[in-house]
């Protein structure tokens, strides 16, 4: 079974500050990684993507991956109240599976004034 | 911006009734997927449909569970006989070519269904 683990919460921060989620996954030929955001009772939001080793910016938002250490992290900067809500880790594998995602649990993160 | 798009936003049906999700992905995306995700649980992927079939699908796509491409724009999922154990938001989501490494799927608003 191909499984994604993300990092138990919920996660509080202030606003202004850093906020890191966290996410592992367990088939090593996985490509495509994939942050969304989920608000309650919506729908997935893409944030980022990103497939190759290192960093990827995007505004206040940074993917970081590890191939090696089959690991995926987003940090948030200057967190806002708004980016409270549940952000979901998506793998997607290589080869005849490209499309299928395969989504964590999501980490809650709320962002207090 | 181009969107997909979900009905009906509801639909509450008695068990063992048949229900049909419909989907218009966005206009140029050659590939659609349904997800679906219980109540407080992690979305989960259904099925992949592709030049008119299905490309891949899950365990939980069992043969209760159909997929159709009807028309030129709609992309549906047929529940035959529903149970409880199916309600669950469902999610329609599209994408461009499918087999692009990092390319986004497009997620529709979700259809919560109930079955009692």
């Known amino acids: 079974q191909k499984e994604v683990e993300q990092n138990s919460g919920p996660l509080s921060v202030p606003e202004g500050a850093i906020a890191s989620l966290n996410c592992t996954y367990s088939?090593?030929?996985?490509?495509?990684f994939f942050w969304y955001r989920q608000y309650s009772g919506k729908s997935p939001e893409l944030i980022m993507s990103?497939?190759?080793?290192g960093d990827k910016e995007d505004g206040r938002f940074t993917a970081q991956l590890n191939k090696a250490s089959q690991y995926v992290s987003l940090l948030i900067r200057d967190s806002q109240p708004s980016d409270s809500a549940t952000y979901l880790c998506?793998?997607?594998?290589?080869?005849?599976?490209?499309?299928?995602?395969?989504f964590g649990q999501g980490t809650i993160l709320t962002v207090h004034p | 911006e181009p969107e997909v798009t979900q009905t009906p936003s509801h639909q509450v049906t008695q068990m063992g009734q048949e229900v049909i999700l419909r989907c218009v992905p966005i206009?140029?995306?050659?590939?659609f997927y349904w997800y679906r995700q219980i109540l407080g649980q992690k979305v989960e992927f259904l099925v992949s449909?592709?030049?008119?079939?299905?490309?891949?699908k899950s365990e939980i796509f069992d043969d209760q569970f159909s997929v159709e491409r009807p028309d030129g724009s709609n992309f549906t999922l047929k529940i035959r006989s529903t149970k409880l154990e199916d309600s669950a938001m469902y999610f329609c989501?599209?994408?461009?070519?499918?087999?692009?490494?990092?390319?986004?799927?497009?997620f529709g608003p979700g259809t919560r269904l109930l079955v009692l």
């Open positions: 449909f592709y030049n008119n079939e299905i490309s891949e």
């Open positions: 206009s140029n995306h050659l590939y």
């Open positions: 088939d090593r030929g996985s490509q495509s």
């Open positions: 990103i497939y190759s080793n």
């Open positions: 998506a793998v997607s594998a290589g080869g005849t599976s490209y499309g299928k995602l395969t």
């Open positions: 989501a599209s994408s461009e070519w499918g087999r692009a490494r990092g390319e986004t799927q497009y």
